[in-house]
């Protein structure tokens, strides 16, 4: 049996919201294939201040699938729309304290729901634009599509690449045996062969020794996310650097990157390059999350 | 009421008169059997007695047929690589699409080293076509492998046929019979079955011990290799006190085979037509006329597996299902994907599995908690609606998928 927190069972055992809601005006239908679960969900948005007044969910699928979809209920209920859209999958599965690995993507369909449901209130047509794989990397919760996918765009050859780039195989390292299958398979279909002896790709970084001063940090930073941008706009997103503020790194995902559900695994994966290229802790953060900065002319007339 | 133990086909409690055989050997006859001593004089002969009792289970011919190991997976590695390394030149393998990972998960990696694997599909009922497993023996064959009972449905494969048109054809062949053994009768010697793994855990033994069936004169090469333990077929030394409880499970499996086929499958039989009757759109899986006595497999439609799971623990029933998010990974039940089980019950699978230790009391039990469960699931599922599912379930709901 899964180790689930007491506030999913609590959850599963005592559904909240369950069941359609009567004269529903948003209603968005979402489902994850590879686990075999879906799930409606269905709100009544008050049309003059779009807050969303009641919510439903109908879930086909397991306990985490069922407690993942009340808890997005209790949590957007009286948000507006907006206030709703920036509920993260990684909100929800806090809201619960914490779901294992495997599970996480039972999160991420309450968050699709939501998108998909708040795109149908608005007439909009809402996409899915995240393939998901089966989980190679259970420490860091990461799956095949994602870890092929770096593995093309960055030209990856060994496991310790993979592990550099995505983060997947960096903990336990019991999946190493999984990504060198994955490394074998891309490797073949680049018409190369795949060497576990071979040099690591080269890594364009050299770790500063001075501590840097703010403005060279920023033109550190800027340097990295242009160096990932190809990457990050061949899949149709692109990312922004908003604010620096002493060690963290604001920035703004756009186009796909945004709404996808891996966005904080790409936040994770620009974290870990920034780092190893500046050679200090640095933080990335959504700037959706920055705090209101006071401005120094509001502060003068203050 | 306590707790009620229907998940046998995982893994059995084990029998008290298998501990009480076993204790000994753990202190006063703790002596390893290759010593020439006094501590070890006892050990030797008790290993030969469990042989001995292995062997009248199966009906195997001699009692060197019987090589203990350290369970059912070693048991099934041994026998394919031993077919593999004994023939060179033979670069293919017959085996199925519903068989235990121990198989499956071998041949996968044996097709990344260069062997073909042939998987033999089922159909809805599960039921292998013997005419397009005849097609596929050839002398390019090194090893059939076919599970004699599914672990999942209990479905019971016509082994016995297959090893004889394998051996027609000159074709070693191996059976993973963890399941089957101590549930059906066999007679081995009576069989062209060259190889069968045992898994002690699944009748009342202790987990940890497990028998390969070696047929005499079927060309072998050892897995592991070392002491001369088990006349050099499997090194390392014996698991003396597992080995005598696995001798002892055997005698009572014998001693409990009639009771298997009739009361603990009256059991089953009971459990699954009350369910059948009391639950709407709910289904058996498998072959219902060719199963094992102890094992039923319903779908319950529209609502997913893990939650009725969680749902039954807590009333204090324990069962298993084929839904993709028990298995540990996301896979749904490869044996569901094989029959072609439609995705929306696939995935409500669930799996009771009984033993000598149920009654049928404990059937009652269930029977009562169960529609509850299922209606209240039903409740929650966007393929429901009230009292039946909604009209056309899958035009109704059609999620966005990722």
């Keep these: 049996m899964w180790d689930y927190s007491d506030k999913v069972k609590d959850h599963f055992f005592n559904p909240k919201n369950a069941g359609a809601v009567a004269g529903a005006n948003a209603i968005g239908e979402v489902g994850s294939i590879s686990c075999g679960d879906a799930l409606r969900l269905t709100l009544k948005v008050n049309e003059d201040t779009e807050i969303i007044e009641d919510a439903g969910f109908q879930t086909f699928g397991c306990g985490s699938a069922i407690a993942s979809s009340s808890v997005l209920t209790e949590i957007i209920k009286g948000k507006t729309l907006d206030e709703a859209l920036k509920v993260t999958n990684q909100d929800i599965a806090a809201e619960l304290d914490g779901l294992p690995p495997e599970k996480m993507h039972c999160s991420v369909m309450g968050r699709e729901a939501l998108q998909a449901a708040v795109a149908n209130y608005r007439g909009e047509e809402w996409k899915d634009d995240h393939e998901e794989g089966a989980l190679i990397c259970k420490c860091f919760a990461i799956d095949a599509v994602m870890i092929e996918e770096m593995v093309w765009a960055n030209k990856l050859r060994t496991v310790e690449d993979v592990t550099n780039y995505t983060k997947a195989g960096g903990g336990c390292a019991s999946c190493h045996e999984d990504i060198e299958a994955i490394l074998e398979k891309v490797l073949k279909e680049r018409g190369e062969t795949f060497n576990p002896e071979a040099q690591t790709v080269e890594k364009p970084i050299v770790a500063e020794k001075k501590p840097l001063t703010n403005l060279q940090r920023i033109k550190k930073i800027e340097e990295v996310l242009n160096s990932l941008r190809p990457q990050l706009m061949a899949d149709g997103g692109d990312v922004e650097l908003v604010e620096v503020v002493d060690n963290i790194a604001y920035v703004n995902m756009t186009g796909a990157c945004s709404g996808c559900q891996m966005a904080s695994m790409t936040i994770a994966g620009i974290q870990q390059r920034l780092m190893e290229v500046l050679g200090e802790f640095i933080r990335v953060i959504p700037a959706t999350q920055m705090p209101k900065l006071v401005s120094i002319q509001e502060a003068g007339h203050a | ?402």
């Excluded at chain 2, 009771?259 to 709407?280: C, F, W």
């Excluded at chain 2, 529209?302 to 299902?321: D, F, H, T």
């Design chain 2, 1 to 402: 009421m306590p707790d009620i133990y229907l998940d046998n086909n995982a893994t059995t409690k084990v029998d008290l008169a298998v501990v009480d055989a076993m204790m000994p050997y753990f202190t006063e006859y703790f002596g390893n059997p290759s010593s020439i001593h006094r501590f070890a004089d006892g050990v030797a002969k008790a290993l030969k007695k469990a042989r001995t009792q292995v062997q009248e289970l199966i009906g195997a011919e001699h009692d060197s047929e019987i090589i203990f190991t350290s369970c059912g997976t070693e048991s099934d590695s041994t026998a394919i690589l031993s077919a593999l390394k004994a023939q060179p030149n033979r670069k293919e393998i017959i085996t199925t699409t519903v068989e235990h990972p121990a198989i499956l998960s071998l041949c996968d990696s044996l097709e990344k080293d260069g062997y073909t694997v042939h998987r033999l599909p089922v159909d809805k009922c599960g039921r292998l076509n013997l005419e397009a497993y005849k097609n596929m023996l050839s002398d390019q064959v090194a090893i059939v492998s076919v599970m004699w009972a599914n672990n999942e449905t209990g479905t019971i494969f016509p082994v016995v046929e297959m090893a004889d048109m394998a051996s027609n054809a000159g074709v070693m062949f191996h059976t993973d019979a963890v399941q089957a053994v101590g549930k059906i009768p066999m007679m081995l010697q009576d069989t062209k079955i060259d190889m069968l793994s045992i898994s002690g855990h699944k009748l009342h033994a202790p987990k940890g011990i497990g028998v390969l069936y070696l047929r005499r004169g079927t060309r072998f090469r050892p897995l592991l290799r070392g002491g001369h333990q088990e006349r050099g077929r499997r090194a390392g030394t014996e698991n003396t006190a597992s080995i005598v409880g696995l001798g002892k499970a055997c005698e009572l499996a014998i001693e409990y085979m009639e009771y298997e086929n009739t009361q603990v499958k009256a059991m089953r039989d009971r459990l699954e037509q009350g369910i059948i009757e009391q639950i709407p759109h709910c289904f058996i899986t498998g072959d219902l006329n060719n199963r094992l006595p102890n094992t039923t497999d319903i779908a319950f439609e529209y609502i997913e597996g893990e939650a009725i799971l969680m749902l039954l623990n807590k009333a204090g029933i324990a069962a298993s299902s084929g839904s993709a998010c028990t298995s540990g990974s996301l896979e749904p039940s490869h044996v569901m994907r094989a029959m072609q089980i439609p995705y929306t019950a696939a995935h409500g699978t669930i799996r009771f599995s009984f033993s000598r230790f149920n009654t049928m009391s404990e059937v009652d039990e269930v029977l009562k908690v169960m529609p509850g469960i299922v209606a209240n699931l039903r409740k929650l599922s966007p393929y429901w609606d009230g009292n039946g599912p909604v009209a056309n379930p899958e035009q109704a709901f059609q999620p966005t998928y990722a």
